[in-house]
């Protein structure tokens, strides 16, 4: 590592989030974490740093506090209900994005659902055929990722942002490295998927995409769990 890192986490209580939090941790970073609840983040550490605060545009969040000084910002944010009423998603990252052009802080991940589609690409058939059965109770969420992704692409071409559209599956022990893919789906662990956050946003080459991640480096198409 050429130096140590500030990482601002949104989402840093939930599962994904908190192993993001640890790995960086591990790795000699610096992590400042948004918490609605800080004490669901059990995570104790001197380069920790925990801002108790809520994404929703009734907070008092101060965003200019909370990028102030990273190199990198990750979200985790997802709230099905929530995001069943409105997008609070899109309506924070429109908020978000002006604060770290403010501050120089140029690169953004944001984790998606694997069922949310990228701007002008179709789903495969199998993860459509998913979307509309199984998973449609949550179609306000994928509908609020897709309307980030839209506007970071319209809008936010200035910063160097990337998007995981990710397979969570949930927790449990490695199944091994996630690689970035294009048409390739792999229903991950929350574990794998944060590693392949914190490789994926310091990797220039995933600037301005919209993958998905897989065990396998594959352009294939096919998902696999």
Same mark, same amino acid.
Request: glycine residues 12%; aromatic residues 6%.
């Given at each position: 590592?050429?130096?140590? @890192?500030?990482?601002?986490?949104?989402?840093?209580?939930?599962?994904?989030?908190?192993?993001?939090?640890?790995?960086?941790?591990?790795?000699?970073?610096?992590? *400042?974490?948004?918490?609605?609840?800080?004490? @669901?983040?059990?995570?104790? !550490?001197?380069?920790?740093?925990?801002?108790?605060?809520?994404?929703?545009?009734?907070?008092?969040? =101060?965003?200019?506090?909370?990028?102030?000084?990273? =190199?990198?910002?990750?979200? $985790?944010?997802?709230?099905?209900?929530?995001?069943?009423?409105?997008?609070?998603?899109?309506?924070?990252?429109?908020? &978000?994005?002006?604060? $770290?052009?403010?501050?120089?802080?140029?690169?953004?991940?944001?984790?998606?659902?694997? &069922?949310?589609?990228?701007?002008?690409? #179709?789903?495969?058939?199998?993860? *459509? &055929?998913?979307?509309?059965?199984?998973? /449609?109770?949550?179609?306000?969420?994928?509908? %609020?990722?897709?309307?980030?992704? *839209?506007?970071?692409? %319209?809008?936010?071409? =200035?910063?160097?942002? $990337?998007?995981?559209?990710?397979?969570?599956?949930? %927790?449990?022990?490695?199944?091994?490295?996630?690689?970035?893919?294009? @048409?390739?789906?792999?229903?991950?662990?929350? /574990?794998?998927?944060?590693?392949?956050?914190?490789?994926?946003?310091? %990797?220039?080459?995933?600037? !301005?995409?919209?993958?998905?991640?897989?065990?396998?480096?594959?352009? #294939?198409?096919?998902?696999?769990?």
């Amino acid at each position: 590592m050429d130096r140590q @890192k500030t990482f601002v986490v949104l989402g840093g209580t939930g599962q994904t989030g908190q192993h993001l939090i640890r790995l960086a941790l591990e790795q000699g970073h610096r992590v *400042r974490a948004l918490a609605r609840t800080p004490a @669901k983040l059990t995570i104790e !550490h001197p380069d920790l740093e925990i801002v108790r605060g809520s994404i929703t545009g009734d907070s008092d969040l =101060d965003l200019d506090a909370l990028v102030s000084g990273a =190199d990198f910002v990750v979200s $985790m944010l997802g709230d099905a209900a929530a995001q069943r009423e409105r997008p609070i998603n899109t309506e924070f990252v429109r908020r &978000l994005i002006p604060a $770290m052009r403010r501050h120089g802080v140029g690169r953004f991940l944001y984790q998606a659902g694997g &069922l949310s589609a990228a701007p002008g690409v #179709g789903l495969p058939p199998a993860l *459509r &055929l998913i979307r509309a059965t199984i998973a /449609r109770g949550y179609i306000g969420q994928h509908e %609020d990722n897709e309307a980030v992704m *839209r506007y970071l692409t %319209d809008e936010a071409g =200035d910063i160097e942002w $990337m998007v995981h559209r990710a397979g969570i599956g949930g %927790d449990g022990p490695s199944k091994g490295a996630l690689h970035r893919s294009e @048409k390739a789906f792999s229903v991950a662990t929350f /574990r794998d998927c944060a590693a392949y956050a914190l490789t994926t946003v310091m %990797d220039a080459t995933a600037i !301005h995409t919209c993958d998905f991640s897989s065990y396998r480096a594959s352009a #294939g198409g096919t998902a696999r769990a």
